[in-house]
């Protein structure tokens, strides 16, 4: 059974930098094939992909937010850390990781999200 | 970027009857398209992807046709649980993956 599940702050300032942990488990993401993605989506409106990264540490970035993301993994932990940097209020939005199906583009196992409001 | 257009944005239809949604994109995606289904306060579900084949666990009433750059969810007779928001995701030529604006479907 495979489970995904967001932390991190719910509030942070504008400028500051937002760093957010999908913990999962059923899976591996030492296994080849395998990638976890994070997608966002602002209050009331449409969801909006960010990155990805694959099992052999490949990455893949959304090209309008790639000079302020970073993905990362610790397989041991089987965790993915996203990085957001100089955090503005239009990024408020629920943050969502998901596990890529494999031989895929789309998601098939998504985290409940978390609500990230950016303000002063 | 392939913009992903989803008609119409909100979708009233009466249970038990047939419900079809769009989605354009605006170059060719092959069959390299997913749709979802979103509940209020919900994470996406997948519901279809490959354009027609359907994720494990869904029900036969939820189908996708098309390829290219235009395609179609149908669900062929809605139950209460079928009213929710749904989108549409290109993963033919990526990054970025992107998504439609979404097609609300309520109850007429």
């Known amino acids: 059974q495979i489970t995904l599940k967001e932390s991190g702050p719910t509030l942070v300032k504008p400028t500051q930098t937002l760093t957010l942990t999908c913990t999962f488990s059923?899976?591996?993401?030492?296994?080849?094939?395998?990638?976890v993605g994070w997608i966002r989506q602002p209050p009331g409106k449409a969801l909006e992909w960010l990155a990805l990264i694959y099992w052999d540490d490949d990455k893949r970035y959304s090209p309008s937010l790639k000079s302020r993301l970073t993905i990362t993994k610790d397989t041991s932990k089987n965790q993915v850390v996203l990085t957001m940097t100089n955090m503005d209020p239009v990024d408020t939005a629920t943050y969502y990781c998901?596990?890529?199906?494999?031989?895929?583009?789309?998601?098939?196992?998504w985290g409940q999200g978390t609500l990230v409001t950016v303000s002063s | 970027e392939i913009v992903m257009t989803q008609s119409p944005a909100t979708l009233s239809v009466s249970p038990g009857e047939r419900a079809t949604l769009s989605c354009r994109a605006s170059?060719?995606?092959?069959?390299?398209l997913a749709w979802y289904q979103q509940k209020p306060g919900q994470a996406p579900r997948l519901l279809i992807y490959g354009a027609s084949t359907r994720a494990t666990g869904i029900p036969a009433r939820f189908s996708g046709s098309g390829s290219g750059t235009e395609f179609t969810l149908t669900i062929s007779s809605l139950q209460s649980e079928d009213f929710a928001v749904y989108y549409c995701q290109q993963y033919n030529n990526w990054p970025p993956l992107t998504f439609g604006q979404g097609t609300r479907l309520e109850i007429k």
């Open positions: 170059q060719s995606v092959s069959s390299n």
């Open positions: 998901a596990h890529k199906r494999p031989r895929g583009g789309d998601y098939d196992y």
């Open positions: 059923g899976f591996s993401l030492s296994t080849s094939g395998v990638g």
